[in-house]
């Protein structure tokens, strides 16, 4: 998930995921680099 998607995070968060961790990807639709986040639900 891109990082700066904020409201997404707040969903997920709101559910219970949490971060694992973050890269960083190339994301076609923006034509650039981004920084991706990884959640895991328990």
Do not use: Q
Not at 8 to 20: D, H, N, P, Q, Y
């Amino acid at each position: 998930m891109a990082a700066d998607n904020a409201a997404s995070i707040a969903v997920l968060e709101k559910l219970g995921f949490r971060r694992t961790g973050s890269t960083t990807g190339y994301a076609n639709a923006r034509g650039t680099e981004i920084e991706e986040l990884s959640y895991r639900l328990d």
